[in-house]
Structures are given as C-alpha cells and as structure tokens.
C-alpha cells in the first residue's frame, strides 16, 4: 500500500503524517 502512497504527489503530506504518528507512540 506504501508504494502506491509514494507514487502519488501527496507522498509529502503522508510522510508528515506518519512523522506526526511516530511522535505520538514516542509520546
């Protein structure tokens, strides 16, 4: 499912929203 996340232009917006999902579990 990732792959076609990054084939699409919205691959920036996914990457902030995983980073934000990182920072939360880290929190």
């Known amino acids: ?3 076609k996340y ?3 232009p919205r691959r ?3 990457a ?3 980073d934000l999902n ?3 579990v880290k929190i």
């Open 1 to 3: 499912h990732y792959n």
């Open 22 to 24: 990182e920072r939360q």
């Open 6 to 8: 990054v084939c699409k």
């Open 16 to 18: 902030s929203y995983l």
């Open 12 to 14: 920036k917006e996914i």
